[in-house]
């Protein structure tokens, strides 16, 4: 539920961002923000989540929780540095 919720934040956070830089195409940009962000989900699920899952299921469940948070805690953070690229390279087309 909390990597939805974050999902929404950033599809707002891009999509506000292109509409103060009066970008043509703040839907693309709200997606393109999403997307970044599921897909460091994703594989962070698929390559750490799931094998610590199956070693962690009987004790581990603040250190299962805590992988939890760092899969999102790393998608968005993938979120900002794409949203970084490209407020600096909007930057670089307007001078």
Known sequence: MIGGLIAIAIAIWFYR?????????PVFW???GVAAYYIVVF???????????????H????????????GYALGLLLAWFVRKRWLASSAGESS
């Open 43 to 57: 594989l962070w699920w698929i390559l750490v989540l799931k094998p610590a899952s199956a070693t962690l299921h």
């Open 30 to 32: 709200a997606v393109n």
């Open 59 to 70: 004790g581990g469940t603040m250190k299962l929780y805590a992988l939890h948070v760092a």
């Open 17 to 25: 961002t292109a509409v103060q830089m009066n970008d043509p195409r």
